[in-house]
């Protein structure tokens, strides 16, 4: 049953997932606001937009007007890549965009609960598989870095401040509408006449999961959580590898195995395997819904159409 008082305020919601979150929620009869520089792919699934570069003054004025029962902060950059060639965007981007957001709802909406989207990044290369919200943050990368920086920043709003504030570990996400990472990055070798080269060599590992599904574990954990600054995995707990990944894109676009082929060198920042326990998760009554390969498949058909 849909609690009619409920409100949800997203931040970065014309990006992946913040479409994927909004048009969740929009279909459970919940208000959506959303925040962003951009214009939203659907605006008929917001109840208001706030289109702005002005983070500080708008932010400011949805949380006084609509006094969210939820805020779900996936602004900033999403790109491992970028926080590497360039840390000090990334910090201004992550850290300081998170501070910001914090400070206002301590001060303009204290009952709305801030679920901060983190990421897998803050494991780093973990020597112990399923991986555990208790495992110690080892990041590799500045992404991160200031992922676990945010994390922080949740424990001190909560402790000193009062915030109800969690964060969710996202492993590797995937769905259509996704221009990035590596499954856009198979479909757009595939659709070259060339190899379909990859780098490593085929054994590492991802724990994968879709967009709907991440959408309706942030919901399990709004309504859930405890909200005092914990930390919950956001995964399948499946354990893919990116050769079988490949496979799986290969089947679904047509193109025989034989173009397949990997480098046998990595990037720096990318670890070598990951899979999550998510148990933790699952205690809040989420289970993923989306099977892989169908949702492979999805993506690949969405992409022809795309091109």
Known sequence: MVNTSERLLVLGASGFL?????????????????????????????SDFYQSERMEEILEIALARHQPTYLVHVAGNANVGRSIEDPRYDFVNSVDLFSLVLDHV????????VLFTSSAAVYGQPKV????EELAPSPISPYGYHKWMC????REYSSLYEVSVASIRIFSAYGAGLRKQILWDLCEKCRSDGPV?????????????????????ISCIVRGGTFNGEVYNVASGVETSISDLAHH????????FDRLGFSGSSRIGDPKNWRADVRRLEALGFSPTIDFV??????????????
Do not use: C, N
């Open 106 to 113: 301590r001060r303009v909406s204290l009952e709305t609960k």
């Open 18 to 46: 913040g479409t994927a979150i909004s048009t969740y929620f929009s279909s459970l009869g919940i208000p959506v606001m959303g925040i962003d520089i951009v214009p939203p792919q659907d605006k008929h699934i917001y």
């Open 249 to 256: 894109v290969l089947s679904a676009y047509g193109i025989p």
């Open 294 to 307: 169908a949702g492979v498949a999805e993506y690949v058909d969405w992409y022809k159409k795309l091109r």
């Open 197 to 217: 080269q990859l780098g490593g060599d085929g054994s590492e590992t991802r724990d994968f999961i879709h967009a709907k599904d991440i959408a309706r574990a």
């Open 129 to 132: 598989l399923p991986i555990t």
């Open 151 to 154: 994390e922080q920043l949740s």
